[in-house]
């Protein structure tokens, strides 16, 4: 069922709502961790727990979520993660232990799979293709627009306030997205239901949950780690017997999880994964940019929001034009420009040094997001365009945890690179092997380091390593994007618009 006029876009401003608490809540937790190290008491394993634990279960939850959203009904699905996000909230809010805190990310991981997928979804199911690249962009605006409003509220939040009421300001967002839900999204779901198909769900679930993992553990003990290789290869193993089986039931006139016919269609398949690499080349960026404004700039995290806001502006200004681009030059040479201007900002930030300007850094922050809007809106815009509203929720599910995979992966290599590049610069003849060993861990162990041996020069040294790190982690976000060039012009279908493909 369609919705018209401005009820539709009511309808979408409720979705909207709802994504935006969910991108806000990982933002804010960013710039809580060293508070919760201290509260709740939890060692360097408990404060990575915090965040795997949290994408190990979204990984796990995004097919059934679509699964369950076209069978039972979309809206159903969309507001029982919303209570379910409430919910979580509130458990971190008032967590007394680490181990408490991680069941209630957990909790949370699980909603905002349900949140994410329904949110793709109702692009779907809203609106018209000609109507859908604008959405697009205004769903990955509020994707994006929590990367500078979460540290900027939870770094004041933090300041002035007991620390459990950055996870509190939750609950009234999440509740507000529950209320116009209700009232103004209408229920959908798929006229004939799609298959529970008990070992794809299993299956999907255990691929996806072992690549993340073992993704996860490559970024915080670097490549060689061996049980990292192989979570990694067992989890592609899993997700190829998952492929298979699909298609297994497919051939037979049974009801498989998801349409593997989707992926005989170019736009859809390089729709999906140029998202995927499109994530993996912005990792490199959300990745490194904290921690040169915190431990290099010296700035605290509201600070640090606020220069992350040229890269959202960026992404406005990229993101408006995009579907009238794609119209005049197709959709193959709109990706492929966005991924240039991507790889363009990359390169300008790999040249940044200790004492940049300000200025300069927002320039190339800004000529990313300008790529970055240009690039999400066709790719998505073109996968969207293959899905039917029948099978949204499952479609929809299917672009997400390839999606979601890209943000680990980028943050195992980019993070890998950064602190090779950070490692290969320091200088530690003659120091203390405990005051050696914190510079090592890290940027922020080496200002430690600076601090406690009153060393004005081992912070400069610390600093000027990380910003070598930054810059190689950089070069790489390049190489990823102009290789998003390549692979957008080869493989991309030459379309001016999606609607003839939406329709077929």
């Not at 209570?83 to 905002?112: K, V």
């Not at 939870?154 to 999440?174: C, D, E, K």
Request: charged share 10%; hydrophobic share 55%.
């Amino acid at each position: 069922m369609k919705t018209v006029g401005i009820r539709k876009w009511l309808a979408f401003g409720a979705v909207i709502v709802a994504v935006f608490s969910a991108g806000l809540d990982a933002t804010i937790l960013s710039i809580a961790l060293p508070t919760l190290a201290h509260s709740l008491n939890a060692s360097e394993a408990n404060l990575q727990w915090f965040t795997s634990g949290y994408l190990l279960a979204m990984a796990v939850a995004m097919l059934p979520a679509g699964l369950l959203g076209d069978r039972v009904g979309r809206k159903k699905i969309l507001t029982a993660a919303l209570l379910l996000f409430g919910a979580g909230s509130i458990g971190c809010a008032f967590a007394t232990s680490a181990e408490w805190f991680i069941a209630a990310r957990i909790l949370l991981g699980i909603a905002s799979a349900g949140i994410i997928v329904m949110a793709v979804s109702a692009l779907t199911v809203l609106f018209s293709p000609e109507e859908r690249p604008r959405a697009v962009g205004i769903w990955g605006v509020a994707n994006f627009l929590s990367l500078p409003i979460g540290p900027i509220l939870g770094g004041w939040i933090l300041t002035h306030f007991w620390w459990g009421w950055v996870f509190l300001l939750n609950v009234p967002v999440s509740l507000l997205g529950f209320i116009a839900v209700v009232i103004l999204v209408p229920e959908t779901k798929s006229q004939n239901k799609p298959g529970l198909d008990p070992a794809g769900i299993i299956t999907s679930a255990i691929g996806l949950a072992a690549i993340t993992y073992g993704l996860i553990r490559a970024g915080q003990f670097g490549w060689s780690d061996s049980s990292s290789l192989l979570f990694i290869a067992a989890g592609a193993i899993i997700a190829i017997g998952f492929y298979s089986w699909e298609l297994w039931l497919t051939k037979r006139g049974l009801k498989p999880i998801i349409d593997i016919t989707l992926f005989h269609s170019a736009n859809f398949t390089w729709g999906v994964l140029l998202l995927a690499i499109l994530v993996l080349a912005m990792t490199g960026v959300l990745f490194t940019l904290p921690q040169y404004f915190q431990g290099v700039s010296g700035m605290d995290p509201m600070t640090t929001g606020y220069q992350l806001l040229p890269l959202v502006g960026g992404l406005i200004v990229g993101s408006v034009p995009a579907p009238y681009l794609t119209r005049l030059i197709t959709a193959k040479l709109s990706a492929s420009f966005g991924f240039l201007l991507l790889a363009i900002g990359a390169l300008f930030g790999a040249a940044t040094q200790i004492h940049s300007a300000s200025i300069y850094i927002a320039g190339w922050t800004a000529l990313i997001g300008v790529g970055l809007g240009i690039t999400l809106t066709t790719t998505v815009s073109a996968a969207l365009s293959e899905l039917s509203e029948e099978r949204s929720g499952v479609g929809a599910a299917v672009m997400q945890s390839l999606q979601k995979i890209g943000g680990p992966f980028g943050a195992a290599i980019l993070g890998s690179a950064l602190n090779n590049g950070y490692l290969n610069h320091l200088q530690l003849n003659g120091l203390p092997k405990a005051i050696a060993d914190l510079v090592r861990q890290s940027l922020f162990g080496g200002i430690e380091a600076a601090a406690i041996t009153h060393s004005p020069s081992l912070l400069i040294m610390a600093q000027n390593a990380f910003v070598q790190g930054m810059d190689f982690a950089l070069d790489i976000t390049g190489a990823i994007a102009l290789a998003g060039v390549l692979l957008a012009l080869i493989f991309l279908p030459a379309q001016k618009t999606f609607v003839k493909s939406a329709a077929q």
